[in-house]
């Protein structure tokens, strides 16, 4: 059995060193739920006999803890250590506390906020047997402090991310002064486990619960069934804790207390008994799991392997191959928009970057353009410039202003559609880049991450200065209105010659003749 557990344990530390889920393997575990005060902590410390867990008002379990226990029998003291500190061994397990403490504040701060990151605590014990337990942050209902609003859901998220592992033991922890049919650790238990084929259900402060004929029903499983049973323990009232009851002191009153008033099921009562039923169900469950646990991590072990094959040798010169890496990327970037070389597309189409550019642009502000008619009511537009423009009296000519006015109406409807081909045009650099980026830093993906980041930083900035330049270029071209143009001059010349026929036309007869 210690083989495996140890195999089990060292599985574990490998996946908390690498910041993998454990779901990728599915451990088999014992995770101890249960909501906030329900007496998860005095559990433990009585399975380890030993006080080294942070108590406290409100929120204390604020990250998952992994207490591995290991039993050596050459031991002449019980000690620990942590994993991300393992040279540092404690035999004084009221710096275990505080070391838990502070690893949780590290990375939690001093809120009351929770994470998913666990610590993992081994302890080595002669007179302990090998077991693994998993802490989980008891279920809140009400948030204090600087608690976010929905802690009650982050919690209950957190804890769902261990128990619904179909490999996972749940310990539901639950008070003996509460009905179990309301018990929440039952009811998150249920949600994963509707059979309670992998639930454990434990009452703490059974010396508080009524001598009722049902909750001896309950104790004996026949009122709530649970499948891997229903276990009764005592806990240190807080009173005692503070008096500094020892915990054999505490185990020693539970064993009297169970035998004193339910005999016939005291052997299956209390701390004792608890701990050996989970020892018999996690080596059964290790069993039952191992062909699919060999499977799973063959499995992996190939994948990684292969990743670790697709990165290459080693790097021997880490800044040069950094410097050629980034001048690929400028070159590739060069080449796909001169259109030497072809990129694939997210749609899985090849074409060079230049190329899709154009295509972007030209479809973009081509079909635009093409789309921009003038309004229906221009001749009364027209009309209106003109009255505008003359003041308090008529008009002989058509005054400049009002040319310049709807030339500059003309002009406006160009900046929707330009600052629309802008846009099309930064989505599209950008999309090569990440395309680009994902060939050449492929093997190097933090690289990756920071050259799309810079260059998504750069295009941004350029698309702001594109922007103002296109903005104050059509802002001259509104202010200004060269009707000296080429094309202006022929077209006014067109429409003087179509005027004066007009003139001759509407003249009278007799002056027609005389013109002829």
Known sequence: MDNFLKIINELQDVFSTVGASPDSIKLPQIVVVGSQSAGKSS????????????????????????????????????????????????????????????????????????????????????????????????????????????????????????????NSIILAVSPGNVD???????????????????????ITKADLMERTTENRLVLEGKSIPVKLGIIGVINRSQAKIDEGQAITKCLEEEELFFKSNYHYISGEMGTPYLTKRLCQVLLENVKECLPELIIRITEQKVIQQNTLDSLGTKVDNPFEMLVQLLYKFCQSFDSNIEGKESIKLSNGKEVSGGRHLFQQFENTIGSDLEQLVLPDDIELQIEHEIMSSSGAKPALFTPNITFENLASNQVEIYVQ????????????????????????????????????????????????????????????????????????????????????????????????????
């Not at 994993?83 to 506390?97: A, S």
């Not at 179990?180 to 434990?202: C, F, G, H, W, Y």
């Not at 260059?455 to 594109?466: G, H, N, P």
């Open 417 to 516: 559609p330009v600052k629309k081909s802008i846009k099309k045009c930064c989505e599209t650099i950008t999309e090569i880049t990440m395309m680009l980026s994902k060939q050449v830093f492929k093997r190097f993906p933090n690289l990756k991450r920071e050259a799309h980041h810079i260059c998504l930083s750069l295009i941004m900035s350029k698309t702001q200065a594109v922007e103002r330049f296109l903005d104050d270029y059509l802002r001259c071209e509104i202010c200004y209105i060269n009707t000296n143009h080429k094309l202006f001059t022929k077209d006014r010349k067109r429409i003087e010659e179509e005027s004066i026929d007009e003139d001759s036309q509407n003249l009278p007869f007799e002056k027609q003749n005389v013109k002829g």
């Open 180 to 202: 179990l049919a309301n018990s929440e650790a039952l009811k998150m238990a249920r949600q994963v486990d509707p059979d309670s084929r992998r639930t454990i259900a434990v």
């Open 43 to 166: 559990v433990l410390e009585s399975i380890v006999r030993k006080n080294f867990l942070p108590r406290g008002g409100g929120i204390v379990t604020r990250r998952p803890l992994i207490i591995q226990i290991t039993q050596d029998n050459l031991c002449t003291q019980s000690w620990a250590c942590f994993l991300h500190n393992p040279e540092k061994k404690y035999t004084d397990f009221d710096e275990v506390r505080d070391e838990i403490v502070a690893e949780t504040d590290r990375l939690c701060g001093n809120s009351k906020n929770i994470l998913p990151d666990p610590i993992t605590l081994k302890i080595y014990s002669a007179d302990l047997p090998t077991l693994t337990l998993v802490d989980l942050p008891g279920v809140v209902k009400v948030p204090v402090g600087d608690q976010p609003e929905n802690i009650e859901e982050q919690t209950i998220n957190l804890v769902k991310s261990f128990v619904q592992n179909p």
